[in-house]
């Protein structure tokens, strides 16, 4: 049952790459189950060879699907696939572009591959050039521009029809924090303003984190977990690591263990740092266990799982698990 | 009516690639230009050493003419997916929503830009040089010579298409094998009788055949058999066909196996 409400509804999507001569063939995606509602910007993390850049083919039109049922747009990916391709985009972070094209000849022919008119085309080449800050180099070609340069025009490019939803494969690989941040600074704008749906895949969790509502962790074809950074987060068992400085912490420090069961790495008189699994339970008897003793405590660092910590977690995690 | 427009906008954009392609990459232009007037100087000489008389000069010279409008005919339409697999910017063309109808067209209006150009040149060309007056014969038997070399040439940049959506950009190689079948089996520099009987049954099934022994009949060489043009028209048209359907199973095939995402990484 397709939903105007999902920019993208998949059902058991199967994918297998044949085997090269001798080899088994290769499962990319095993029963893939997804919902993106319209105006989401849904990420997509997992180690390489997860599946991420096949699902993102499937999706754009690129890659035909062995089975399954899915509609983007509410457009069934098996029947309409030239009008799919034409609601959508893509941009990947390694952009192979037509190399002695200039950036305005490259947004003029993408624009043609659009249909657009010749008006709208120097308008949106306009606009787009001015959006990615390519204004200073609309002649040069795109063999001799800097790799953060080519990555803002396979964004500009895939902006040209301006996308119900935009697919994303790593966008930000290999760029220096300033382009990257303008990018992320744009994408935002982009979905805010136009309600673009955004599908993005990315090795940089903070940008996952930062940029997306809800993250899939795709592993070996399959999503192992769908939720937010947070739920995430606290999905994982993860123990946090309490760093205490002050002083006179060291009597205390050593019953710790057998107090609440902290497992600690350092105990000096004026640092102490240990790895519990709750802050709920075993904070409060740590403090009152130095109190106690008479140490004083000056400062407490937590630190929290991060979602590295949940991409680790995940990835190492077996599937009988 | 948008529709149409954009369909037409569409087909404009393999055609402008290809013109950007032409005007950027003097290898191209070289290639259209250099090797087409090689090829009439070097064999126009060969005439000349050999003492033929003027209607065996336009045998082999409307042989290779023909040879040159087939062969820049492909090469625009083999490149227009050559040049893409080069840069690997394949996948990010095809994510659009063209099919290979607009690409197939858009380019190949540029090959029969091309092709119009080399004729006239090598028309020219082999006018002032060895006498042979190519453009005499009149508008209409030049136009359905022309006409039926670019249906050839249009199947021929197909089929290379086809083979480089399943080869990658080795591709080009086919080109070259295909056209040296057409220089040995379809009477470029020589009448087909001269071959052996079973490779000219291969001859009758070869469009350019019958477009040469059209044209040739104008300086007094016989016709075999009746509606020559038809013939040539009809088979230059079935192979148009075959072509175009061998680069659709081929185009299917390379988004089935992922081939299509191995040539843009």
Redesign the interface.
Known sequence: MRSNELAIQLQGIHKT??GRTGSPPVHALRSIDLAVGNGAIFCILGPNGAGK??LI?VL?????PDAGKGYVCGLDIFGDR??I??LV??ASG????????SVD?TL???G??????KRERLRKGDQLTEFFELEHYRKIPFNHLSTGLKQRL?LA?SLL?DPRVLFLDEPTVGLDPKVTLLIRDRLRLLNQERQTTIILTTHQMDEAEQMSERIGFLKEGRFMRIASAEELKRSIRFQEQVTISGRNLAAAGEQLQNICGASCSTVTQQRISCRIDSRQKQLQPILQALVQSGAFIEDIAITQATLGDVFVALAEQSDSD | MLHW???L??I??FF??IW?ITR??IFHLFEILFWPAIGLVSVGMLTRFLHLDSNMVAFILIGVIALSVVQIGQLDISYVIL??IW???L?????????MLHLIAGSWLMGVIHSLLVLIILSGFSAYTFGFRFLDQGLLPIACFFCGLLLTSAAVGIVVCALAFRFGGRAHVGANSIVSVLVLLSGIYYPVEVLPAPLQMVSACIPVTYFLEYFRSFYGFPINGSHTLLTGFGLALFYLMAAMAILLAAV?HS????I??KM??
């Open positions: 790459y044949p850049t096949t083919s754009s039109g690129l890659l035909y030239r009008k391709r034409g985009n893509f390694h952009a192979n572009l037509p190399d002695n094209f000849e003029n022919y993408f043609m591959l659009y249909g657009l008119p396979a490019k029809n | 427009r954009s369909n906008i569409q404009n954009a402008f690639k950007l950027k990459r040049y893409s840069n690997k910017s996948k990010q063309e095809l994510a659009a929503p063209v099919n299917h988004k089935k196996s992922g299509l995402l843009s990484e």
